[in-house]
C-alpha cells in the first residue's frame, strides 16, 4: 500500500511592508513628579528643558573608588513639577490625536518604577485631567459635527469595520434598545460620577485642524488590562463576576466541585492585514467625551490594584485604552455615506499605563502580590529585550528575531514597532534617594529606546470624489428650504411634497357646480380655465424640456471634458508610476547608503573609542615615565651628591691617617734606631772583650765591615719616599716558596728599576745578566729583549718593607709594537736579627708604654709560612698586593 504523500502547509504571506522608507526615532520624554512631604533628599536634577542630572544619594558608592558619580541624560523634552497637565498633553499626546484624525496609528504608554506618577499622568485629577481626558476631548470637539449616526459603523469581530445604510441602522438600534431591560438616557443628560467630573476646564479644550468635511466619522473605545500575562477585557459585564460561582435554574453550581471559575482570558490574533487586536473584545461606540470617560471610568474601577508599602494603590496590571476612529467617504452628492467597505478608514490610537517596576524587599509584597511583581518585572524586562534587539538590528545591520511572542505586552504592540505609527514614552520618575538604583536603570532603558527607529506611516489614499460635496449639498437644502418658504409652500425636502406645492401654484378651477341645464356660463368658464391651466402647464413643459435639454448638453460637454481629464490623468498617473518606481529606487539606494553610513558610523565611534583608551593609556604610561625619569634624575643628583660628599670625606680621612702614619712611622723609626745604637755599642764591647780573649792565640781577621757610627739627628731622620718608611740598616732576604727563576740564563732582560726605589743596603742582591737598566720602560729597549722584570716596593702588613720581583716575558703584537705578559712575581722581604722567636698574639693590643720589644714581631716559621705566587698569564698588574694563603701546621 502505498501511502498518499502528505501536502505541506502553505507559507503564511509575509507582513505588509510600510511604503515609507522615512523613521523617525521613537519619542521619549520625561516627567519629575514632585518629592513627597517625607522624602528630605532628592537624587534628580533638572538642568535644562532637555537634560536631567542623577546624585548619587549619601552613603550609595557608585564605583569601586567609593566617590560620588553625577550622570546626566538627555530626552526629547523634560518636564518638571511645575509643568501642568496642559502642557504635557500639547507637547506629547495632541499630535497624535491629529494623527489619529488624519488616519495614522499612534502608541503611547507611560514607563516607571512603582509610585512614580504614571497613572497621574496617563488619567489625571478632578480639575488636573490627564492624558486620556485630554485626548477624548480633543477627538470629539474635531468631528462633533461630522460624526454619523449610531449603527452606522459595525464591527466585524475581526478587526474590521463595515457600513450599514441608514434603515439597518435604525433597526439595529431599536434591535439594541429593545433588549436592554431599562432604556438609557441620551448620554448628554446621564449625570457623570464626581470623581471623573470636571476633568477638563472649558478654556483648556483643544481642536484639531484639517478635519476633512466630506467623510463621517464614528469612535469605538475598547479597555483591557494584562494582568499575570493574561488578557482580560474591562468591559465585560460579567467581567466583575467572574470569580464568582455560576448556578444553573435550579439554584446549584454547574460544576460539581465547588472550585470558583476563573475569569476568562482573551487572546490575540491577527487579521487580515498582519496587525495585533484582542479576540472577542469588546468595542463600545460612543458620541461624545463624557460618554466615552464614563465608560473608561467604568472599566477602571475593575482594574487590579493593591496596597504596598510604596504605593497605596499600586497598579497590578498594564491597562490599555484603545480608541479606534472609523471614518468613510460620502458619496458623490454629500448626503450619505458611500457603502464600500475598501473606503472605510480605520486608525487607533492606544494609551498603555505599564504598571512599575518593583523590588519585593521594598514593597513588603507577599503570596499573590509577589506572583504580581514577578509577572509585571518579566513583562517589563522582556519590552527592554524587544527594544533592546530593534536597536541592535538598526545600527549594526544584524537580522535577530525579536521576542515580541514572550510576553503579552510586546505581542500586542509589534506592529507599531514594525512601522504601523508612531510610538512615544512618557518616562516618570520619582525624585526620592530611595528609588535612585531602580530610576538608574529606567534612565538606562529611556536613553536605549531613544535610538531605536519606527517608519513613518503612510497617508491614506484620497477619494476620487470632488471636494466641498458635504458643504454644498448642505448649501443647497438651505436654499431650497428658503425657495419653498417664499412661495408659501412647506418646507419638505421630499421630491412628491415639491410636485404638490408646483400644483397648487396654478390657477384654481371655477365653480363647476350647474344649477340650470342652459346654463351657457359656468362651462365656458371652466373651459376657459382647464384652457389656461393647460397653457400654463404646457409653458413649464416647455421651460422644464428647455432647461433638460440645456443640462443634458451641459451634461454631454461635463462629459467630454470628464473623459479628456480621464485621459489627461491617466497619462498622469502613468508618468508619476514612472516617477515613483524611479523614486523608490532612489529610496532603495538611499537607504542602503543609510544602512551602510550607520554601519561605518558605528564602526567609526567603536575606533575613536578604542583610540581614545588607547590615548589614555600613552598619556597616562607618559606620565608615568616622566615621574619616574624625574625620581631617577632625583636620585641620581642625590648619588652624585652623596658621592662628592664621600669622596670628600675620604679624601680627608686618607690625609689625616697619612699624616698620622707618617708620624707613628717616624717616631718608630726613631725610636728603632735609637735601640739600634745601642745595641750596637753593646756589640762592640762585647767584641772588644772577644777580641782581647784571642789576640793571644791567633792573629786577627780582616774587617770586613766598619763600626757603624751613631747617626746624628738628621741622618736619622727617614728620607722622603713615596711607597713606604726607610729600610732598617740590615736585612735578611726571605727564600721565596715559588719555582725557581730562569733569570740565569741567555736571555736579555729589561731591568726597570723606578727612580723611587729605595737602597735596603742588603747583602743578597737580585743581579740579572744581560740587563738593560731603564728608571721608565721604552718601545726600543723593549724591541732588544725577550723577558721583563720591576723592581718593586711596599710596606707588608707586618710594617716592613719588601721587594717584589714582577717577571714578565716581551711579546711582539700584530701591529708591530711590543706587549709584556706577566708571569711571575718574587718577593724580597727583611727583618730584624734581635726579633725574639716568640709569637705575637693577634689579639695583643698596643703597649702601654714605648718599649716594643717583645711580642713587636712574629717568629720566622710563621713568616715563612706565608707565600706569594701569579700564575702565567694572569691580568694583576704591577703594584697589586696578593695575600696569601696561611698554611696550615701540623698538630
Not at 472605510?344 to 506572583?371: F, H, K, N, P, Y
Request: proline residues 6%; glycine residues 6%; positive net charge.
Amino acid at each position: 500500500m502505498i501511502r498518499q504523500a502528505k501536502g505541506k502547509t502553505p507559507r503564511r504571506p509575509p507582513p505588509k511592508k510600510p511604503h515609507s522608507n522615512q523613521k523617525d526615532p521613537v519619542g521619549v520624554y520625561c516627567r519629575v513628579r514632585p518629592l513627597g512631604a517625607e522624602d528630605n533628599e532628592c537624587c534628580i536634577e533638572v538642568i535644562s528643558s532637555s537634560t536631567i542630572q542623577l546624585h548619587a544619594p549619601e552613603g550609595f558608592k557608585t564605583n569601586r573608588n567609593g566617590e560620588y558619580k553625577e550622570t546626566q541624560y538627555s530626552f526629547k523634552k523634560v518636564f518638571g513639577v511645575s509643568v501642568s497637565q496642559k502642557e504635557l498633553f500639547e507637547h506629547v499626546a495632541k499630535p497624535l490625536v491629529d494623527d489619529l484624525i488624519h488616519g495614522k496609528n499612534g502608541l503611547l504608554f507611560t514607563y516607571g518604577v512603582t509610585g512614580s506618577g504614571k497613572t497621574f499622568t496617563m488619567t489625571g485629577s478632578p480639575g488636573h485631567g490627564g492624558l486620556l481626558p485630554r485626548s477624548l476631548d480633543m477627538i470629539f470637539n474635531s468631528i462633533g459635527t461630522y460624526q454619523a449616526k449610531r449603527y452606522i459603523f459595525k464591527t466585524d469581530d475581526k478587526n474590521g469595520m463595515e457600513v450599514q445604510n441608514e434603515v439597518d441602522a435604525l433597526l439595529e438600534r431599536q434591535r439594541r434598545e429593545n433588549n436592554l431591560p431599562v432604556p438609557k438616557t441620551p448620554s448628554s443628560r446621564q449625570k457623570l460620577d464626581p470623581e471623573i467630573a470636571d476633568m477638563i476646564k472649558p478654556e483648556e479644550a483643544y481642536k484639531a485642524v484639517g478635519v476633512d468635511e466630506d467623510s463621517s466619522y464614528s469612535v469605538f473605545v475598547s479597555y483591557i488590562e494584562i494582568y499575570n500575562n493574561y488578557i482580560y477585557d474591562l468591559l465585560e459585564e460579567t467581567q466583575e463576576d467572574a470569580i464568582k460561582p455560576k448556578w444553573n435554574g435550579g439554584g446549584t453550581p454547574v460544576r460539581q466541585n465547588t472550585e470558583f471559575i476563573p475569569p476568562q482570558s482573551k487572546i490575540l490574533r491577527e487579521d487580515q492585514n498582519h496587525n495585533m487586536y484582542v479576540a472577542g473584545c469588546m468595542e463600545i461606540e460612543v458620541k461624545s467625551a463624557e460618554e466615552a470617560f464614563q465608560v473608561f471610568w467604568r472599566g477602571q474601577k475593575k482594574r487590579k490594584v493593591a496596597n504596598t508599602c510604596l504605593n497605596r494603590e499600586s497598579s497590578r496590571s498594564h491597562s490599555v485604552l484603545i480608541i479606534k476612529l472609523a471614518q468613510a467617504p460620502l458619496d458623490a452628492d454629500g448626503d450619505k455615506i458611500l457603502q464600500d467597505k475598501n473606503q472605510v478608514t480605520v486608525s487607533q490610537l492606544c494609551l498603555v499605563d505599564l504598571a512599575g517596576s518593583e523590588r519585593t524587599g521594598r514593597t513588603g509584597a507577599e503570596g499573590t502580590r509577589i506572583r504580581e511583581a514577578g509577572n509585571i518585572n518579566q513583562s517589563l524586562l522582556n519590552l527592554r529585550t524587544c527594544i533592546e534587539i530593534l536597536r541592535e538590528n538598526q545600527m549594526c545591520g544584524t537580522n535577530r528575531m525579536v521576542p515580541y511572542r514572550d510576553s503579552k505586552v510586546t505581542h500586542l504592540f509589534k506592529n507599531y514597532f514594525d512601522g504601523e505609527g508612531k510610538v512615544k514614552m512618557i518616562v516618570c520618575v520619582n525624585p526620592k534617594a530611595d528609588d535612585y538604583e531602580e530610576t538608574l536603570l529606567v534612565m538606562r532603558f529611556a536613553e536605549m529606546t531613544q535610538e531605536v527607529e519606527v517608519a513613518r506611516p503612510v497617508d491614506r489614499p484620497i477619494c476620487g470624489f470632488t471636494p466641498g460635496r458635504r458643504h454644498r449639498n448642505q448649501a443647497f437644502k438651505e436654499e431650497l428650504s428658503r425657495k419653498l418658504e417664499e412661495r408659501g409652500g412647506p418646507v419638505d425636502r421630499d421630491v412628491p411634497s415639491v410636485i404638490s406645492h408646483l400644483v397648487l401654484n396654478l390657477p384654481p378651477l371655477p365653480s363647476s357646480e350647474l344649477t340650470d341645464p342652459h346654463d351657457d356660463i359656468t362651462l365656458p368658464r371652466l373651459i376657459e380655465a382647464l384652457q389656461n391651466r393647460h397653457r400654463i402647464r404646457q409653458m413649464m413643459i416647455d421651460e422644464y424640456s428647455k432647461a433638460a435639454h440645456t443640462m443634458k448638453s451641459m451634461l454631454q460637454e461635463l462629459d467630454c471634458n470628464l473623459n479628456s481629464n480621464n485621459n489627461f490623468i491617466h497619462e498622469q498617473n502613468g508618468k508619476l508610476a514612472e516617477k515613483d518606481k524611479i523614486i523608490q529606487n532612489n529610496k532603495a539606494e538611499i537607504e542602503r547608503l543609510d544602512k551602510k553610513t550607520k554601519m561605518q558610523e558605528h564602526k567609526i565611534d567603536i575606533l575613536q573609542k578604542t583610540a581614545k583608551i588607547y590615548e589614555d593609556d600613552k598619556r597616562s604610561l607618559q606620565q608615568e615615565l616622566e615621574t619616574r625619569e624625574q625620581r631617577l634624575q632625583r636620585e641620581l643628583s642625590d648619588k652624585r651628591r652623596m658621592e662628592q660628599r664621600m669622596h670628600g670625606v675620604v679624601t680627608d680621612t686618607q690625609l689625616k691617617w697619612e699624616k698620622e702614619c707618617d708620624r707613628r712611622v717616624n717616631a718608630k723609626q726613631l725610636e728603632m734606631q735609637n735601640k739600634l745604637w745601642v745595641k750596637d755599642e753593646k756589640l762592640k764591647q762585647l767584641k772588644a772583650i772577644v777580641t782581647e780573649s784571642k789576640t793571644s792565640g791567633r792573629p786577627d781577621p780582616p774587617q770586613r765591615q766598619t763600626q757603624p757610627k751613631r747617626p746624628s739627628r738628621e741622618e736619622r731622620l727617614p728620607a722622603k719616599r713615596s711607597a713606604s718608611p726607610s729600610p732598617l740598616p740590615t736585612a735578611t732576604p726571605v727564600r721565596p716558596l715559588h719555582r725557581r727563576s730562569r733569570s740565569a740564563g741567555g736571555e736579555k732582560w729589561v731591568d726597570h728599576k723606578p727612580s723611587s726605589s729605595m737602597d735596603l743596603g742588603t747583602v743578597l742582591q737580585p743581579v740579572i745578566p744581560n740587563a738593560i737598566q731603564v728608571s721608565a720602560p721604552s718601545e726600543k729597549a723593549l724591541s732588544k729583549c725577550d723577558r721583563y722584570v720591576l723592581t718593586h716596593q711596599e710596606v707588608a702588613s707586618d710594617g716592613e718593607i719588601q721587594t717584589k720581583l714582577i717577571k714578565g716575558e716581551v711579546i711582539k703584537t700584530r701591529g708591530g709594537g711590543q706587549a709584556v705578559q706577566f708571569t711571575d712575581i718574587e718577593t724580597l722581604k727583611q727583618e730584624l736579627t734581635t726579633v725574639p722567636s716568640r709569637k705575637r698574639k693577634s689579639s695583643e693590643g698596643k703597649p702601654s708604654n714605648g718599649d716594643q720589644t717583645d711580642g713587636a714581631w712574629t717568629d720566622v716559621e710563621t713568616r715563612c709560612s706565608v707565600a706569594m705566587e701569579m700564575r702565567a698569564g694572569s691580568n694583576m698588574g704591577p703594584g697589586y698586593e696578593h695575600h696569601g694563603i696561611t698554611k696550615r701546621r701540623k698538630p
